[in-house]
C-alpha cells in the first residue's frame, strides 16, 4: 500500500489536460471560465448623463449665484437612443435623459429640480461643480482591460457584464464526462418492485451521480454491471468508446473471487498507477490510466466509495475544469481529543460549529462505520488524521466541508 500523499501525486503527474470550448452567452451559466476577459471596448461605451435634466456649459455658469440664476436658450433634446447631433455653443442647453449622450461641447448635467423652464428658455437655479452628474467613457475601465479572471464559474452577474461588453462566444472548459458503472449481484435498483432478503438497495448510483454533478461533471451513462468479467471488460469496452474523461466504478476492486474491476481494465488496456492504499475508509482503491481516460475503481461501501470520491475522483474533476481544489476547507480548533493509533489515514467524519465572532471548532461524529451512510450525512465534513497524530482539544486542524 502506499500513503495518502503519494497517492495524490502519482494522480496529478497522470491527470489528461482539460478541453476548452466556446459557448454562447446563453449558454454560460455555471460553466468555468478558460480564459481571461479582456473588455473589447471601454465601459461607459460613450459620455453620458447620470441624470434626467439639461446639458450646458460650465464656462456659461460663472454668473450663477443662489440669487442669481442664469439663463439659456434650449435648443434641442438628447434622448437615450436619440443623442442631439449638433455642437452646444455658448448660452445653450438641451434637455437630456438618464442614459443620454452627452452633447459635444457640453461638459455639465444640471438636474431637472434644478431649473425651471419656459417659452424656450431655462432658469439654472443650482450647480454643485463643474462635469456633475456626468458619466464619461471609460471611466468604468478601459478597452483591453481584463474585467474577468480564468477559472471563474459564470453566475447571472458575469453574464450581464459579458453581455454588456459583447461577449457572444465565451472559452469554457469544457465538462468532464464520466461514466458510472456500479457492479454488485446482491444489488435491487430503484424502481424494483420487490427486494429480496439477501439483497440489498443501491445508493451508490444516485449517490455518485449527484456527486458528479455537484463537481461540475456530466454522467455519460449509469450502469449496473453484473460480478462477471467478460461483461465488465464489455462495458469498458463500449465506456472507452463515449470518450468518457473517467470511468467510475464502485466495487468490485478488492480481491474477492467475483471482484473483476482490476482484471478487466487491464484486460481492455488500462495501465495501474496505484491499487490499495493506507487510508481509512477506502483502502482497496484502484487507478488507473488508458490514454487520456482514468479509471477509479472504489470501493462498493457507500461511504468508502464517497470518501474516495472526494479526496481523489473531485481533484481530477477539478483538474479538467482548469483548477486546483472544487472543495472548502476551513481551519478549525478540537474541541475533544482526536487520536489515530492505527497505521492508515483516518478519515474522520466531523461536526462543526462555527460560531459568529469566534473560531470554529469540530468534533468528530460518533458512528464512523463505512457501512453507515449517517457517518457522512450527519457530519459537515472531515479531516484527515495522520498515523500516530494526537490532537489535544485547542489544537488547530483543516477542515473538509461537504
Known amino acids: 500500500m502506499i500513503s495518502v500523499s503519494e497517492a495524490l501525486e502519482i494522480l496529478k503527474n497522470n491527470l489528461p489536460e482539460p478541453r476548452i470550448v466556446r459557448v454562447s452567452i446563453n449558454e454560460a451559466f455555471s460553466r468555468r471560465l478558460a480564459e481571461d476577459i479582456h473588455s473589447p471596448e471601454p465601459s461607459p461605451r460613450y459620455t453620458s448623463s447620470a441624470m434626467d435634466g439639461y446639458a450646458v456649459r460650465w464656462a456659461d455658469l460663472h454668473e450663477l449665484r443662489d440669487d442669481t440664476p442664469v439663463s439659456l436658450n434650449v435648443v434641442g433634446e438628447s434622448q437615450a437612443g436619440v443623442p442631439y447631433a449638433v455642437r452646444l455653443e455658448a448660452g445653450e442647453a438641451v434637455r437630456i435623459s438618464t442614459g443620454a449622450m452627452i452633447p459635444e461641447g457640453s461638459d455639465t448635467v444640471i438636474r431637472v429640480e434644478d431649473t425651471e423652464e419656459e417659452g424656450g428658455i431655462v432658469l439654472i ?171 477509479f475503481g472504489l470501493p462498493g461501501n457507500p461511504v468508502s466509495a464517497f470518501m474516495c470520491f472526494q479526496n481523489f475522483v473531485m481533484p481530477s474533476l477539478a483538474s479538467l475544469q482548469g483548477v486546483q481544489y472544487l472543495k472548502k476547507t476551513i481551519t478549525a480548533e478540537a474541541e475533544v481529543p482526536v487520536v489515530n493509533m492505527g497505521k492508515r489515514t483516518d478519515f474522520i467524519r466531523v461536526d462543526i460549529t462555527n460560531e459568529p465572532n469566534s473560531v470554529p471548532t469540530f468534533r468528530p461524529i460518533a458512528r464512523q462505520g463505512s457501512h453507515m451512510l449517517t457517518s457522512i450525512v450527519e457530519a459537515d465534513g472531515y479531516i484527515a488524521v495522520e498515523p500516530g497524530c494526537d490532537l489535544k482539544p485547542g489544537d488547530l486542524a483543516e477542515v473538509f466541508v461537504f
Open 125 to 295: 437655479r443650482k450647480c454643485k461643480k463643474e462635469g456633475q452628474d456626468v458619466r464619461h467613457a471609460g471611466e468604468e475601465f478601459g478597452q483591453g482591460a481584463k474585467i474577468l479572471d480564468k477559472g471563474l464559474v459564470l453566475k447571472a452577474r458575469q453574464i450581464a457584464l459579458l453581455s454588456a461588453i459583447g461577449c457572444n462566444s465565451i472559452p469554457v472548459y469544457d465538462k468532464p464526462r464520466v461514466s458510472l458503472f456500479i457492479t454488485g449481484t446482491e444489488l435491487a435498483h430503484h424502481g424494483d418492485e420487490e427486494i429480496k432478503p439477501f439483497q440489498v438497495r443501491d445508493s451508490n448510483d444516485p449517490m455518485l451521480q449527484s456527486a458528479i454533478k455537484e463537481a461540475g461533471g456530466v454522467v455519460a451513462e449509469s450502469l449496473h454491471v453484473e460480478d462477471d468479467l467478460e461483461v465488465t471488460v464489455r462495458q469498458l469496452r463500449m465506456a472507452l468508446e463515449k470518450q468518457s474523461d473517467i470511468i467510475l466504478c464502485s466495487g468490485g476492486v478488492s480481491v474477492g473471487r467475483h471482484d473483476h474491476v482490476k482484471e478487466a481494465a487491464e484486460m481492455v488496456g488500462f495501465d495501474e498507477l496505484f491499487w490499495k492504499i493506507r487510508q481509512k475508509p477506502g483502502k482497496p482503491l484502484y487507478v488507473a490510466r488508458r490514454n487520456r481516460t482514468l479509471l
